[in-house]
């Protein structure tokens, strides 16, 4: 499956920003799927993920402020983020799970104080 993602931008402190991604297959449905992000000289770190069941979860350090969703009609997943921090600012990159890992090649959100 390939994935597509798209939305990042610069923003200030305290806006909002939505991802959306994109995915190339036709059981869409049957992935879980969801969001990682690399900040410069930091590792990989989830933030949140949307299960084939519907089910979500959140990193802490999102929890509150970001909604994932998902629209199996459009085979697209959507990151809503509000209330923006410049700890926020990283590489956002989704994934696609069915056994094997599939990675977008990620959007840049820079969120300045």
């Known amino acids: 499956v390939q994935l597509q993602a798209s939305g990042g931008g610069l923003v200030h402190a305290g806006e909002s920003l939505r991802l959306s991604c994109a995915a190339s297959?036709?059981?869409?449905?049957?992935?879980?799927m969801g969001w990682y992000r690399q900040a410069p000289g930091k590792q990989r770190e989830l933030v949140a993920i949307i299960t084939s069941g519907l089910r979500t979860n959140y990193a802490d350090f999102v929890k509150g402020r970001v909604t994932i969703s998902r629209d199996n009609a459009k085979n697209t997943i959507a990151l809503q983020m509000n209330s923006l921090k410049p700890e926020d600012t990283a590489v956002y990159y989704c994934?696609?799970?069915?056994?094997?890992?599939?990675w977008g090649q990620g959007t840049l959100v820079t969120v300045s104080s």
């Open positions: 297959t036709n059981i869409f449905s049957q992935y879980d």
């Open positions: 994934y696609a799970f069915r056994f094997g890992t599939y």
